[in-house]
């Protein structure tokens, strides 16, 4: 490992620290949006068994029920502490990130680019909603497996790394993931595969290992289904994806290249920017061919060969990407891909993405120092540097039009508080609107009046003042 480069790990801290800095200005403690289900779910009976041992439990994600002991004891149900836990998770993906920037010598302008990405505010929906702090522990998750993986692929294994590698799928797909478990399980067993079909190749050998770890992928991820076919939504859908597809083919192929959009820069900024869907398709497209072209300097150079994490998350990104459009379609709206609330997931892809191009500039470099004859890649650099640079340009600009937005949001959560104090006197409609809780029913404003009776009687959130 690279001591003088250990300063990275400053950088997820520096980044946490803005992170709450951002909620501290846009975010005033009052339940609202999915906490409301939760309320009327799980509290006040928090250490209820009932509510625990039940067949759909691995999809309600069992850490959820600790995390929720632990804050109505100790912290009166603050969505501070959730958005705490969401902060810390995301601290954990930095460094897992740092960690192999530092063990691959990554630069520090490349490391630097790969940061402000990853903490850019596109993620302010999640960032906001603390009910989902959890997925941003699953990416924690994820990317300490993928550093697990990486050490053994390349030869650097440590003690316990092989049983990590058979443990940590039943962990993460029951503990944390939860319905992230999908894509995760994917890459596992796509990424196996690749493996030992490269190292038969390499030494007409079979690694045995992956076979094994391949069934501790499976395994957990049966397990949740399983537990997922006892859910009941109660919501029907009589669409048809192959007959909508069919009558509207060019609505998948707007969904998808946005969604590839919102990469670059975020679904609320782009509508504030954009009047045509031209702008929209540029920049999904441009991050569309980053993605291949990232795929074809991998397998071009073999990149694969002496590093598996930039690939891992590229593959992960991708299938993120199909994954939100076959499940969110039914919408029918052409935008929706483009929610702040799937930048967590989309972001994965763009960090393989430069990842990918960090590698290969400094294996050009290290090439010309060797041989001066070498080729200049000019061409190639220029092509990968203003990539680079739109992701980081479209990034930024999000995230500084999110700080602009702070004060709006909190006045929004300012006066949610003063109609939760008084929401005996509200009507149904109006508490139904101002805690965005629609189920689509006439039901969502009692809803609201149940969970807020339910806090009340326990001087909980907004009335633990």
Not at 226 to 242: A, I, P, R
Not at 359 to 378: F, G, P, V
Request: aromatic letters at 16%; proline letters at 2%.
């Amino acid at each position: 490992m690279d001591k003088q480069k250990r300063w990275y790990y400053l950088v997820p801290l520096t980044g946490g620290i803005l992170c709450v800095w951002y909620l501290y200005l846009s975010f005033y403690d009052v339940v609202y949006s999915d906490y409301i289900r939760l309320v009327n779910s799980y509290l006040p009976d928090v250490w209820n068994p009932e509510k625990f041992f039940v067949r759909d439990v691995f999809t309600r994600i069992p850490i959820n029920y600790v995390m929720r002991i632990i804050n109505t004891t100790f912290f009166h149900y603050s969505i501070r502490f959730d958005q705490a836990l969401g902060v810390f998770s995301l601290m954990l993906s930095g460094a897992a990130i740092s960690c192999y920037c530092i063990r691959r010598h990554i630069s520090t302008v490349w490391y630097l680019i790969l940061m402000a990405v990853f903490f850019s505010l596109n993620k302010w929906e999640m960032m906001n909603n603390g009910s989902g702090w959890v997925h941003f522990l699953a990416f924690a998750g994820f990317f300490y497996h993928y550093i697990v993986w990486e050490r053994i692929w390349t030869g650097q294994e440590k003690k316990g790394d092989h049983v990590k590698m058979l443990l940590l799928p039943w962990i993460i797909t029951l503990g944390i993931a939860g319905p992230y478990c999908a894509v995760y399980s994917g890459v596992l067993l796509l990424g196996y595969g690749f493996c030992m079909v490269v190292t038969w190749r390499r030494t007409n050998k079979w690694d045995r290992r992956y076979p094994l770890y391949g069934v501790c992928a499976v395994l957990p991820l049966l397990i949740y289904m399983w537990s997922t076919s006892h859910v009941s939504t109660g919501l029907s859908s009589d669409g048809s994806l192959l007959r909508q597809f069919l009558d509207t083919p060019g609505f998948f192929v707007r969904f998808f290249i946005k969604s590839l959009c919102s990469t670059i820069i975020g679904g609320e900024t782009a509508a504030e920017v954009f009047a045509t869907n031209t702008p929209y398709m540029v920049l999904g497209l441009l991050a569309g061919a980053a993605y291949l072209l990232a795929l074809w300097y991998q397998f071009r150079y073999k990149l694969y060969e002496k590093t598996l994490f930039p690939l891992i998350f590229i593959v992960s990104g991708g299938m993120n990407h199909v994954l939100i459009l076959l499940s969110r379609w039914s919408f029918l709206i052409e935008s929706y891909g483009m929610s702040s609330r799937y930048a967590l997931q989309f972001q994965v892809g763009i960090l393989g993405i430069l990842l990918t191009f960090a590698i290969l500039w400094q294996q050009w470099k290290e090439e010309r120092e060797e041989d001066t004859k070498q080729k200049n890649h000019k061409i190639e650099k220029a092509v990968i540097a203003l990539m680079a640079v739109v992701f980081l340009a479209g990034n930024g600009y999000t995230t500084c039009r999110e700080i602009r937005m702070t004060k709006y949001r909190k006045e929004a959560c300012v006066n949610r508080a003063v109609i939760a104090l008084d929401f005996e006197n509200r009507t149904d409609e109006e508490l139904a609107a101002s805690f965005e809780y629609h189920t689509g029913s006439a039901d969502g404003g009692e809803l609201v009046r149940n969970a807020l009776t339910i806090l009340k009687e326990h001087k909980w959130n907004v009335f633990n003042r």
